[in-house]
Every structure is written in C-alpha cells, then in structure tokens.
C-alpha cells in the first residue's frame, strides 16, 4: 500500500442486502473487493451507529446514546446536536494521522461534524432570522467553501433533506459536494441520506423502496466512477436497515395518565416539563430513553412499561449494560420496541392541546423523533393549500408557520433502532479493496478497517 493512498467512505443510510438487488453500480464495488454483512449497536440510529464507525467504540464509551437525550445539566431534552465533542474517544482520523501526519480529511454531512478536527467540513445548518423565518443553508469549514459550494450548486436543499418534501434532490446535492472536494483529501466521508425517507413512508418491501434503492444507485454513480478513475480506494456502509413497522407506542401517554409526567401551559398549548416530571420518554424510533426523577419510583415504572403493548425490552443499568449502552447520558430505564412497532413523542391527551410546533417539522423543538414529518396531513383537504399559501407568506418575507403534519402517526410504515433479526434486513459493508475480504465486521470494528485502507504497513512503506 502507497502512502499515497486515498479512501472514499459512503454512508449509505438504510442500506441493505435486500435493497442491493436493486443497486447494480454500488454492487460492483464489491465485484473488485468484497461485500460483508455489517453488525450495528443499539440503538441503531444515525448519531449513535456513526460514532461507533469513528471511535470503534460502543455508546457506553462514546456517549451517543441516540439522536438525542435528556441533558440533565441543561434539564432540556435536545436532538441533532451538531458539536463533535459531545463524541468521546479517539476518531478515525486521529488514528490514521499517527501514521500518516497531514492526512487531509473531509466530512460531508455525517453527523456530528462541527467543531470536528477536519480539514473540510459540510453540514447543514439553517439560517434562523431575527424574524423567525428559517431558510435553507450549511456550515462549511474552511468559510471560503460554503460560497463555493453555493455558487456551483445552490443552497443547501433543507426542506428536501428531511419533511413532507424530503425527496433525492438533497442527495444528489451532498455527492456533487463530494465530487468537488474528495480530489484534494486523502480520506472523504459522505452521509447520503435519502433511503430513509421512502422506507419509512412507505415500508421496505414497498415499490417506492425498490425505486429509492434504484434512485440513490444512480446518484452516486458519478461520484463511484470518479473514485475508480483516480484509483481511491471505496467503502460503501450503512447503520441500519429499515423493518416493516406500523404499530405507535404512546409511552409519554401513558406515564402522563398514572401521574408520573407533569405539562406546563402556554400560549403555544401543552409542554412537557422534565423539571417536574418524575418519569418521562425521550423517544427515538423503536428506542426511548425513560428518565426517571426518584430512584424509588424506578420498579414502578419498570412494571408500568413492561406490560406496555409494543414494549420488548425493559432495560435497567444492567439491562443496557449488556448491549453496551450504559452511560449516563441514557435513561434510567431504555425501551426496545417489538419488531412491528416504534415510539411515539406524544405527550398530550386532547389534539387540542398539542403545542403548536407538534403540527410543523421542528426536530429541534420536538422531544423526541417524529416520522410523521415526512408527511402532509392525510386528513387535512386543504393540506397542500395551506402549504402554498405558507410559502407564499414567506416568500414575500411575512412570518409564517408550516402547520402540515399529521398527529395521527398511522401512515408511518418502517421503522428502526432494534438490532435486526434478519441480516438481509441488516446494515451490509462494500469495500472495493479484496484484501481486506471478510464475510462480516462488527460496527466496532470498522475504524480500524477503515484506518487499515489508509495506513501502510510497515513492509509497504519501506518498499
């Protein structure tokens, strides 16, 4: 191996055997090299699963201990942070710079990127106006790239990288940004995000699936054939696989109903209020963290939520530490949902009490994850009216409010976040290089895979 050698790394999210079949240009990556079957950790979500690629480490080392947390310092319950030292341990490029000083590293778009120690960064991040509007944007290291990038491509495209109207157009907006910078890097990073959004609408075995895995192909095309023209060397991946899953589970509901969970009330309707709430769930796909005041109230609620419908597992400390996630960032308590199920956010009892940012795509405001984001409100006739009016208002510079989203989560029909029980529906691995072929890796063990593509061994540098 040269010292000159250079690796492209692609987070392919929701990437899976099954969807491969539908995926002929990623499949010749692994025609040269190899494709493996690929462990994840629990909860296999974005945040997490990705820091366990960068660290080797499991979330009990790491701290991710989902896409978001109760912040107990803070007494607010935050999703989608974006500074990478709320990531513990030692990264990817850390180890790869001990052997090779001045490697040049780009992150486009995986999670936690700012703050990184990188030499190129992408993320998104919304420009918030003094007047309350939110319009499409990204954070770039070094600054001189975030015009660069807008000028040859457009702005971030926000509203198609998550909502109603998430669709390919971000993806495709993340690889052309890939194109452009992996040339001058010796290792590239690329999230593309876009398999999340169909298989969660529609189910994974769903038409729109099969055309997603096939729109998605043929976006990364351009940037699979320039890696193989300038001979970098290419690691396809994804965290999880999305499973069939239509069942909600209201845990926040119910603890409301036995006393154990405390709103507040303002001019925006019901908040939740974790300062005075005994027990509450920050809910994340078919995982949720359960905080927990008084450690007296703890086999209450335990025996609560385990005859809770849709609840498989009830984990404790030592529950949690068996899957290596017992940090203290995570809930005294952690759910893992049935296979066919997934949790709710909700905490309000009357639809005429939920707060105001519970109808709009506010995953910032929201405690807890909700897929009903991708969709406009089935119910509502008005729906798309309503939307263009609202565009409409913004676009003349008006304050406005996306009030589109269903609170009935009934049309959400894949899930994820349990360890799979089917490995077809599992995470796959895609290395171009057969050297390092084997028939599966372990999420922990893929920094080391990735620092071995880039770190000659002592042999090959001497020759």
């Not at 070094?142 to 491509?153: F, I, K, R």
């Not at 192909?217 to 001979?231: I, K």
């Not at 209450?300 to 203290?328: C, I, K, M, N």
């Not at 406005?400 to 269903?406: E, F, G, R």
Request: aromatic share 8%; charged share 25%; hydrophobic share 40%.
């Amino acid at each position: 191996m040269s010292e000159n050698e250079k690796l492209l790394v692609i987070d392919v999210v929701g990437m899976t055997p099954d969807l491969l079949r539908h995926m002929p240009r990623v499949r010749q990556v692994g025609e040269s090299g190899f494709t493996a079957e690929l462990g994840t950790v629990l909860p296999a979500v974005t945040c997490s699963v990705q820091s366990t690629f960068l660290t080797g480490k499991l979330p009990r080392d790491h701290g991710i201990v989902g896409n978001g947390w109760y912040f107990r310092d803070l007494g607010e319950v935050l999703l989608w942070r974006q500074h990478n030292a709320l990531v513990q341990g030692e990264k990817l490029w850390d180890v790869v710079r001990r052997s090779r000083p001045g490697a040049k590293v780009a992150n486009i778009c995986w999670w936690y990127a700012m703050g990184a120690d990188v030499d190129t960064t992408v993320t998104p991040r919304p420009a918030y106006h003094a007047d309350g509007k939110k319009s499409p944007d990204c954070w770039t290291w070094p600054p001189s790239l975030h015009d660069t990038l807008t000028s040859e491509l457009g702005p971030f495209p926000l509203f198609t990288y998550w909502g109603p109207t998430a669709s390919i157009k971000s993806s495709a907006w993340i690889v052309e940004a890939a194109r452009k910078v992996m040339p001058d890097h010796d290792l590239t990073l690329v999230y593309v995000p876009h398999l999340d959004y169909d298989l969660q609408r529609f189910g994974p075995d769903s038409p729109q699936a099969i055309q997603a895995a096939r729109d998605v192909d043929a976006t990364l095309a351009p940037l699979l054939d320039d890696a193989q023209a300038a001979g970098v060397r290419v690691v396809l991946l994804s965290e999880y696989g999305i499973t069939t899953a239509s069942r909600p589970v209201d845990v926040n509901r119910l603890l409301r109903r036995e006393g154990l969970l405390h709103v507040h009330h303002n001019a925006t309707g019901e908040l939740l209020d974790p300062w005075t709430s005994r027990a509450f769930a920050v809910a994340d796909h078919q995982i949720a963290h359960v905080y927990i005041k008084d450690p007296a109230d703890v086999e209450r609620v335990r025996d609560l939520l385990t005859g809770l419908d849709g609840v498989a597992e009830v984990l404790d400390r030592a529950g949690q530490a068996a899957y290596g996630l017992d940090h203290e960032r995570a809930g005294e308590l952690v759910l893992v949902a049935e296979p066919d199920a997934w949790f709710t956010y909700y905490y309000w009892l009357d639809d005429a009490n939920a707060p105001d940012f519970a109808r709009g795509v506010e995953i910032h405001k929201k405690p807890g994850y909700d897929p009903a984001e991708l969709f406009l409100d089935p119910e509502d006739r008005w729906v798309k009216l309503r939307a263009a009016a609202t565009l409409a208002r913004k676009t003349a510079g008006l304050r406005y409010a996306m009030s589109v989203v269903p609170l009935d989560p009934a049309p959400v029909s894949g899930s994820h976040g349990r360890l799979p029980d089917d490995p077809e529906q599992g995470p796959v691995l895609i290395c171009s290089d057969a050297s390092a072929k084997r028939d599966r890796f372990e999420a922990t063990e893929v920094r080391d895979l990735l620092a071995s593509l880039l770190i000659p061994t002592p042999e090959e540098g001497q020759s």
